[in-house]
């Protein structure tokens, strides 16, 4: 197999025509059987870029983008209903609501549900911010599938909630002792 080493560090593979960068080697220091790890490296790369993108399309932490998403999103919700469908922290999910509150974007209403709890509620600035940055996060999600078929991405979500249930699984047997 020929190697060509590129001025940029990349080294192009002349059985597949595909370049091998940085990246394509660290993603192969372990195997497919390290789905796993491939799934977390490319996690830290979509945070990354995300938290670029929300910081620069609207000044605000992607834990605050991703509060004010859920709410836009799922409607009114208190900050322990979001921090389940998030998968985040509650204490991360009370600093982001303080700070969307404080900045006008979200605002709170007394829980006819439970007392002790508030219902968020987006703004008019929150629900502006929203629309907007959600135009460029749909654009983003979509280069990211670029090269995949509607199939191929169907079968990836599938696949994913698989081993997404599988992980909820494992955590559960964690806790439960088993």
Same mark, same amino acid.
């Given at each position: ?6 001025? +940029? ?16 080697? =660290?993603? !192969?220091?372990?195997?497919?059987? +390290? ?6 490296? /490319?996690?830290?790369?979509?945070? !990354? ?22 709410? $836009? ?5 208190? $900050? ?10 509650? $204490?991360? &999910? ?14 709170? =209403? ?11 509620? /987006? ?5 502006? &911010? ?5 135009? +460029? ?15 191929? &991405? =169907? ?24």
């Amino acid at each position: 197999m020929a190697r060509d080493e590129s001025p +940029h560090g990349a080294v192009t593979r002349e059985d597949t025509g595909q370049e091998r960068g940085p990246l394509e080697e =660290a993603w !192969r220091i372990f195997d497919a059987r +390290h789905l796993p790890y491939r799934v977390l490296m /490319l996690g830290k790369m979509l945070d !990354r870029l995300s938290v670029q993108q929300v910081r620069d399309r609207a000044g605000m932490s992607l834990a605050e983008w991703r509060v004010l998403a859920h709410i $836009a999103v799922m409607g009114s919700k208190s $900050a322990s209903e979001v921090s389940g469908a998030a998968l985040v922290d509650r $204490a991360e &999910v009370s600093r982001a609501v303080r700070s969307l509150e404080a900045g006008g974007y979200l605002s709170r =209403a007394n829980n006819p549900r439970n007392r002790k709890s508030s219902l968020l509620t /987006l703004t008019p600035a929150g629900k502006t &911010v929203f629309d907007q940055v959600h135009l +460029h996060r749909r654009a983003f999600f979509d280069a990211l599938m670029t090269g995949l078929t509607p199939e191929e &991405v =169907a079968t990836l979500d599938r696949l994913l909630l698989t081993m997404a249930r599988n992980a909820d699984r494992i955590a559960s047997e964690r806790a439960g002792g088993t």
